[in-house]
C-alpha cells in the first residue's frame, strides 16, 4: 500500500512530497517509478503566468491511497483523467463517492479548495491524467464564471446541481495521450497549446451547464464561511461526538433552521449525517492503510464498543472492517 495524505500548496511542493515520500530523484522537474514500485512518471510543466500542471501516467504494483486535505488558500483544479485495467477503483470530494470495479473511466472535472477530496486505486490499473491548478482570478475569466459573481459561490452551485463531470471525448483524449508521451524536446508551446485545448473544451461545456442551471442557491460569501467554520469543528476531532445543533448555530450567530438549510446545500447532507459520513470515510481511510488494527480504529473515530463501531461500518459501507483488510 501506497497511502499519502497532503494540503496542496503548489504542484512543485506536491511533487517533492510523492518523490520523498518514496525515496526518489526529482529530474527535470520529473520522477520515474521503478521497477520495485511500478512503471511511469509524473512530471511537473510550468505554464505561463506561472499556471503549474502535473502530467501523469503510470501503473503501480502496490494499492495507491491518496488524500488531499482541504484548506483556506482559495484554488481550482482542473482535471482530464483516464483510468484502465481497474479491478477497484474510488474517488470522494466531500459528501460524493464514486466507485469502479473491473471497468474504465475517464471523465473532466473540476475540484476546489473547499473539500477533502481521496482517491483509492488497486494496484496494477493503469491511472494517466492531465492535472491544472488553477487561481480562482483565472476561474473566473476563462471558465465562463460570471464575473460579477463569487467564483466559490458559482463552484458552490454547480457541485449541487452535480454538473461538475464530463466524459471525455475522442479529440480530448487524442490531446491527451500526446501529452503523456515522453519524447524529449518537446517545447513549453507543445505542453501549453494542448493543455489550453483541453480546459477550453471542459470550459464550453461547462459556460453551457451554468447557462442551464439557474442560480437557485442565493448563498452570500458571508454565510459560507459561517457554514465552513461549521464543518471543520465537526470534522476536527472524530473521536468525540459533534457539537449539537444548538451549540453550532450559536457560535456562528445564525438561526438552527438556517444552519440546517445552508449546510446541506453547500456539503449535500445534514450536519450529523456528514459527520458520520466522513467519521467512517476516515475509518476506512485508516483501515486501508493497513497501519491500525480494527480495535485502534474503532477507538480512534470514537467508538468504545467494538460491536458499534463494526455495524456502523457495515451500515456505511455494506461489508465489515475485516472484510476490507482481506
Known amino acids: 500500500m501506497i497511502a499519502l495524505q497532503y494540503e496542496l500548496t503548489t504542484y512543485k511542493k506536491f511533487l517533492e512530497d510523492i518523490a520523498a515520500f518514496l525515496g526518489l530523484e526529482i529530474i527535470d522537474n520529473s520522477i520515474h517509478f521503478p521497477e520495485k514500485i511500478g512503471s511511469g512518471f509524473m512530471k511537473l510543466i510550468i505554464l505561463p503566468g506561472d499556471v503549474e500542471a502535473i502530467l501523469s501516467h503510470f501503473r503501480l504494483n502496490h494499492d495507491f491511497l491518496l488524500e488531499r486535505k482541504k484548506n483556506d488558500k482559495e484554488y481550482y483544479t482542473f482535471c482530464c483523467e483516464e483510468l484502465k485495467e481497474v479491478t477497484e477503483f474510488s474517488m470522494t470530494i466531500e459528501s460524493d463517492t464514486f466507485e469502479m470495479k473491473e471497468d474504465g473511466r475517464s471523465a473532466m472535472y473540476l475540484t476546489s479548495f473547499l473539500y477533502d477530496i481521496g482517491y483509492s486505486l488497486k494496484s496494477n490499473a493503469i491511472a494517466s491524467s492531465v492535472r491544472v491548478l488553477l487561481t480562482p482570478e483565472w476561474v473566473k475569466d476563462y471558465l465562463g464564471f460570471d464575473k460579477k459573481e463569487g467564483v466559490l459561490q458559482q463552484y458552490l452551485e454547480l457541485k449541487t446541481s452535480g454538473v461538475l463531470y464530463k466524459k471525455v471525448d475522442a479529440e480530448s483524449a487524442l490531446i491527451m495521450n500526446e ?11 507543445f505542453y501549453h497549446t494542448r493543455i489550453l485545448r483541453l480546459m477550453d473544451t471542459f470550459s464550453n461545456w461547462l459556460t453551457e451547464e451554468i447557462i442551464r442551471h439557474p442560480k437557485t442557491m442565493n448563498i452570500s460569501a458571508e454565510d459560507v464561511a459561517r457554514i465552513r467554520e461549521i464543518e471543520s469543528r465537526i470534522t476536527t476531532d472524530f473521536s468525540m461526538p459533534p457539537p449539537t445543533i444548538p451549540e ?7 438561526s438552527e433552521s438556517k444552519l440546517k438549510t445552508l449546510f446541506k446545500t453547500v456539503y449535500g447532507l445534514p450536519p450529523y449525517e456528514y459527520f458520520q459520513k466522513h467519521r467512517m470515510e476516515k475509518a476506512r481511510l485508516m483501515l486501508l492503510s493497513k497501519k491500525y ?8 473515530v470514537g467508538y468504545a464498543n467494538l ?3 463494526t455495524l456502523a461500518f457495515k451500515k456505511q459501507f455494506n461489508q465489515l472492517p475485516s472484510d476490507l483488510l482481506k
Not at 453550532?248 to 445564525?254: E, G, P, T
Not at 488494527?293 to 480512534?300: E, L, N, R, T
Open 179 to 189: 501529452l503523456l508521451k515522453e519524447k524529449p524536446g518537446h517545447s513549453l508551446l
Open 248 to 254: 453550532l448555530a450559536k457560535s456562528v450567530a445564525i
Open 293 to 300: 488494527s480494527i480495535k485502534d480504529v474503532g477507538y480512534a
Open 307 to 309: 460491536s458499534n463501531f
